[in-house]
T-cell receptor, first 110, second 113 residues
Framework: KQEVTQIPAALSVPEGENLVLNCSFTDSAIYNLQWFRQDPGKGLTSLLLIQSSQREQTSGRLNASLDKSSGRSTLYIAASQPGDSATYLCAVSNDYKLSFGAGTTVTVRA | EPEVTQTPSHQVTQMGQEVILRCVPISNHLYFYWYRQILGQKVEFLVSFYNNEISEKSEIFDDQFSVERPDGSNFTLKIRSTKLEDSAMYFC???????????FGPGTRLLVL
């Protein structure tokens, strides 16, 4: 059974600092890995998807890396802003069924 | 931009009652999913659906649960006899053929009393 772990559980940084969010998974036979943002009481917004054959994916200030053999992914958010405050979820796809981590709750202080 | 929609946004029901949660996936998507998130816990996969049949279901998705695509646009999750532990946020997601990203709806918060 796929297990997904996200560290740290919570993170508080001053505005402008870069964010580093970690995700690890136990079964490396994945189709892809997806990073989501979740605001309190809201749905999941897809941020980035990295296919299993890719090492990296970028969108604006966001960059995600994937090391499938070691079962790790990292989400980097450059020059954080208060609007980046949210919970970030990592999800890995085995046969298109997503297994989620518990998330990292980020607070960016103005 | 097309998005997945879900109704209702909130539902309160009595234990033992039936509830139907509704989803309208993105129009050209062919793969549909239900997930749930119990308060303070991880998002969990419930079921996937393609070509009018269930592709895969989790251990959570027992005989009390069913899914249906009653017409060309709606995708529903029915819980036949709700239990207290069914209280959760239920998310619908959809995916296009030949694409891997799953797009999630805003969720339905179900409270079973």
């Amino acid at each position: 059974k796929q297990e997904v772990t996200q560290i740290p559980a919570a993170l508080s940084v001053p505005e402008g600092e870069n964010l580093v969010l970690n995700c690890s998974f136990t079964d490396s036979a994945i189709y892809n890995l997806q990073w989501f943002r979740q605001d309190p009481g809201k749905g999941l917004t897809s941020l980035l998807l990295i296919q299993s054959s890719q090492r990296e994916q970028t969108s604006g200030r966001l960059n995600a890396s994937l090391d499938k053999s070691s079962g790790r992914s990292t989400l980097y958010i450059a020059a954080s802003q208060p609007g980046d405050s949210a919970t970030y979820l990592c999800a890995v796809s085995n046969d298109y069924k997503l297994s989620f981590g518990a998330g990292t709750t980020v607070t960016v202080r103005a | 931009e097309p998005e997945v929609t879900q109704t209702p946004s909130h539902q309160v029901t009595q234990m033992g009652q039936e509830v139907i949660l509704r989803c309208v996936p993105i129009s050209n998507h062919l793969y549909f999913y239900w997930y749930r998130q119990i308060l303070g816990q991880k998002v969990e996969f419930l079921v996937s659906f393609y070509n009018n049949e269930i592709s895969e279901k989790s251990e959570i998705f027992d005989d009390q649960f069913s899914v249906e695509r009653p017409d060309g646009s709606n995708f529903t999750l029915k819980i036949r006899s709700t239990k207290l532990e069914d209280s959760a946020m239920y998310f619908c997601a959809s995916r296009a053929r030949l694409q891997e990203t799953q797009y999630f709806g805003p969720g339905t918060r179900l409270l079973v009393l």
